[in-house]
């Protein structure tokens, strides 16, 4: 292994720019804790680190089976396909189930903290995206009720359990997650406005245009600030449809605001963790906050 004059590492062994994937395994291995030796170490690298073969041909794996379990439940849902391919629909269901199930009993087994993991977000959906098939068999009763299709329905949050192989998500959460108040002090304004025009419309069309109570009027002004229009209740008076006019002209900026403000923080987000420092070798740019060597030769980086 060659080395620079000046102690750094080669470009061939410069270290690795850490990515939003590393850094969520990170955070997983100090939430649930990483074992330190033996098999359980073994299954935790593979299950929750994506950084080696092993990991990443599990993920990729779960990927193709969490995909193709929800693609069975939605054709179960379909009268024709569930008449034609029920046996096969059962059978594959089942099988998914208990993938699901030993992927759930493995990520317990392998953390030092399995409590904290099963209380985690991704936890209950793991046990979420098994429990509906498990209820359905211990229940039989439950095939009685119209309501038991919602119950299988459940399966469909399987999909949500791609959130967290994909490194975007976490950076998309983190950005909702820094741009709530932002979002909270937007949409109560938002309904002030559809309160305070509600109540407008009351007074103005009144029950004999369809504005039978101001709840019922603010469900109008939502529908209309938001340009989904229902239709089922539309202002007769002049006055009425130019404040009808001016909310719909609004809605353009409820659409926009909210999305400004998550992609302005996703922005703010990438900008943190990218410095514009060059290396004075090379010349190099866009090195992490906290890198020491340049990312193409490997010379030292200045602070």
């Known amino acids: 292994m060659m080395a620079l004059p000046n102690g750094a590492p080669s470009a061939m062994t410069s270290p690795k720019t850490p990515t939003a994937a590393d850094a969520a ?41 969490i995909l193709a379990s929800v693609a069975v439940v939605m054709l179960d849902s379909s009268l024709a396909a569930s008449n034609r391919y029920h046996p096969a629909l059962v059978a594959l269901e089942w099988m998914f189930t208990a993938l699901f199930t030993i992927e759930y009993l493995a990520r317990l087994a392998c953390v030092e903290r399995p409590w904290r993991y099963a209380r985690s977000f991704f936890g209950i959906v793991d046990l979420v995206s098994v429990l509906p098939t498990y209820l359905a068999v211990l229940v039989p009763g439950l095939h009685a009720l119209i309501n038991v299709r919602v119950l299988r329905m459940l399966r469909v949050f399987r999909i949500l359990k791609l959130a967290n192989y994909l490194a975007e998500y976490q950076l998309l959460g983190a950005a909702l997650r820094d741009s709530r108040r932002k ?63 001016i909310m719909m002209l609004m809605g353009w900026g409820v659409l926009a605001v909210p999305t400004g403000i998550v992609t302005a923080e996703m922005t703010s987000q990438r900008l ?20 020491r060597f340049c990312r193409v030769c490997g010379a030292t980086l200045g602070a």
Request: with cysteine; charged share 15%.
């Open 25 to 65: 395994a990170e955070l997983d291995a100090r939430r649930f804790g990483r074992p330190t030796h033996g098999w359980r170490r073994t299954i935790y690298i593979i299950i929750f680190e994506s950084d080696t073969p092993a990991g990443l041909l599990f993920d990729k794996m779960l990927l193709v089976a």
């Open 272 to 291: 943190r963790a990218i410095t514009g420092r060059g290396c004075p070798q090379c010349g190099a740019g866009e090195h992490t906050a906290d890198a």
């Open 183 to 245: 979002i909270a002090v937007f949409l109560s304004t938002v309904l002030m406005i559809v309160v305070t025009l509600g109540t407008v419309m009351y007074v103005i069309e009144g029950p004999q245009n369809g504005f039978t109570s101001i709840p019922i009027a603010i469900y109008w002004a939502v529908t209309t600030m938001t340009t989904v229009g229902f239709g089922d209740i539309v202002p007769r008076t002049d006055l009425g449809r130019a404040i009808a006019t």
